[in-house]
T-cell receptor, first 111, second 118 residues
Framework: GENVEQHPSTLSVQEGDSAVIKCTYS??????FPWYKQELGKRPQLIID?????GEKKDQRIAVTLNKTAKHFSLHITETQPEDSAVYFC??????????FGTGTSLTVIP | GAVVSQHPSRVICKSGTSVKIECRSL??????MFWYRQFPKQSLMLMAT?????????EQGVEKDKFLINHASLTLSTLTVTSAHPEDSSFYIC??????????????FGSGTRLTVV
């Protein structure tokens, strides 16, 4: 089955700086890669996703890049704000099927 | 947008009893429901995939007789934790997939259930 690795596990940045979280996956059949933000005790919230037919996608301060050949994808958050502090999970799936989540990154944005 | 209602949000039960968790899709038909569990400060681990009208498919290491999944209708899937033990204490969350990919598939998470077994 799919194996998703995520780094770093914790990340602290100063407000206004950028944050980058990286994930790798193992199954070449995976073609859908969402990123979720989860606050303590709450459901994961989709923040951005990318499909394997594109290499990059951007939504305001958030961007995701995908390298299919190397089987890795990254989340980039620019101009970080304290409200960006949360746990972020990447996931990989073959579209329509179950997600396999990364181990999570606890992001702290220091005011 | 698509909404999945999950109940209860929190439950405390005694060891040895059973607990049922429900996920309902409120404004769409969920032919497929994924069930995850999440231990504190850990990732979401897929437990099983249920398709309406058929038996659930369990991930390796997940006991199907302990975690009973029923998906009898297009809007309701249930997870029953039988003979619960303290090690079953966890955050359980469902995720519904929309019936047909209009453009692409959509996935909607329930709000999660915090189970504590004492």
């Amino acid at each position: 089955g799919e194996n998703v690795e995520q780094h770093p596990s914790t990340l602290s940045v100063q407000e206004g700086d950028s944050a980058v979280i990286k994930c790798t996956y193992s199954d070449s059949a995976s073609n859908y890669f969402p990123w979720y933000k989860q606050e303590l005790g709450k459901r994961p919230q989709l923040i951005i996703d990318i499909r394997s037919n594109v290499g990059e996608k951007k939504d305001q301060r958030i961007a995701v890049t995908l390298n299919k050949t190397a089987k890795h994808f990254s989340l980039h958050i620019t101009e970080t704000q304290p409200e960006d502090s949360a746990v972020y999970f990447c996931a990989a799936s073959e579209e329509g099927n179950q997600f396999y989540f990364g181990t999570g990154t606890s992001l702290t944005v220091i005011p | 947008g698509a909404v999945v209602s999950q109940h209860p949000s929190r439950v405390i039960c005694k060891s040895g009893t059973s607990v049922k968790i429900e996920c309902r899709s409120l404004d769409f038909q969920a032919t497929t429901m994924f069930w995850y569990r999440q231990f504190p400060k850990q990732s979401l681990m897929l437990m099983a995939t249920s398709n309406e009208g058929s038996k659930a498919t369990y991930e390796q290491g997940v006991e199907k007789d302990k975690f009973l999944i029923n998906h009898a209708s297009l809007t309701l899937s249930t997870l029953t934790v039988t003979s619960a033990h303290p090690e079953d204490s966890s955050f359980y969350i469902c995720s519904a997939r929309t019936q047909t990919p209009v453009v692409n598939y959509g996935y909607t998470f329930g709000s999660g259930t915090r189970l504590t077994v004492v």
